[in-house]
């Protein structure tokens, strides 16, 4: 673990790449690393969302926010 990031993103985004490590294929691995690349995109649309709506404190979630926008 890098442990300058939030371990929130950081266990969202590390299983996916463990699986990637795991692949069977260059074009699995590929596949894979695309996969975590999304689950950055999907955390940061939702963070984005619940900051948005006032659900969730602009202050605590922008570094969140900006670790999980690739």
């Given amino acids: 673990m890098v ?3 939030p371990p929130t993103v950081q266990f969202i985004v590390s299983a996916n790449c463990a699986e990637a490590r ?3 294929s260059l074009a699995d691995t590929a596949a894979k690393q695309q996969m975590c690349i999304k689950e950055c995109e999907e955390t940061a649309y ?3 969302l ?3 709506g ?3 404190s602009a202050t605590s979630f ?6 999980s926008a690739i």
């Fill in 50 to 52: 619940l900051v948005k």
């Fill in 62 to 67: 922008d570094p969140l926010i900006r670790l």
């Fill in 22 to 24: 795991r692949s069977h």
């Fill in 3 to 5: 442990p300058s990031r």
């Fill in 46 to 48: 939702w963070l984005r």
């Fill in 54 to 56: 006032n659900i969730l």
